[in-house]
């Protein structure tokens, strides 16, 4: 018997390659699409409003063009004293972020939502969960900020850091109940997600 993973099509709803390589280990086929919305936070919004909301656009923007399929959306937002962390963009944006976080605690925000079409794209069937990890920086100087920025450039990383990398050695602590969460995807979250929406890992 075929397992349900093969016959509907799964869709990553994102641009991100560490998502993409993320959902890879869960050895299923999937497909990724890039979903075009305007990502700007909304006035007074949250910020995990704001993480919420984003990863139900893209997943309901590639949904909507997909009928019967598994859309996957997320968005993380980074926080320090309840204020949003954007993709520093530039050396310098990164560089600012850095000394501002260390010694700190920042949360981030990692939503992920699964849109599942099923035959009746008028109904869909929308889960959706907000995965919080903390984490606390190392207080570093300087010197040793800019000299990680100028190895690894993780200018398009929410926090200016990339924990699957050597971002790992500015990192003091993470707290969190799903380890990929920090990375983009939180792979645990998503599992449970897949298995309430028929699909069977395993072929048992």
């Known amino acids: 018997m075929p397992s349900p993973s093969l016959q509907r099509r799964l869709i990553l709803a994102s641009s991100s390659i560490y998502r993409k390589e993320l959902l890879s280990r869960l050895h299923l086929p999937f497909d990724v699409m890039v979903p075009d919305i305007d990502e700007t936070p909304l006035s007074n919004e949250s910020p995990d409003a704001t993480a919420l909301r984003l990863a139900q656009e893209k997943a309901t923007v590639v949904g909507l063009r997909n009928p019967n399929s598994l859309v996957i959306g997320s968005d993380q937002v980074a926080t320090l004293d309840g204020e949003q962390i954007g993709k520093p963009g530039t050396h310098e944006n990164a560089l600012k972020q850095l000394q501002k976080m260390r010694g700190r605690k920042v949360v981030f925000h990692t939503a992920l939502c699964l849109f599942d079409s099923h035959d009746h794209i008028a109904s869909p069937q929308i889960q959706l969960e907000n995965v919080q990890t903390f984490v606390t920086f190392r207080d570093l100087s300087d010197h040793e900020l800019d000299t990680y920025l100028r190895i690894e450039q993780p200018y398009d990383c929410a926090g200016s850091a990339k924990n699957e990398g ?38 048992v």
């Open 166 to 203: 050597l971002g790992i050695a500015i990192i003091e602590k993470i707290e969190s109940s799903d380890p990929t969460a920090l990375t983009g995807l939180p792979l645990i979250t998503l599992t449970s997600m897949l298995r309430r929406a028929g699909i069977n890992f395993f072929g």
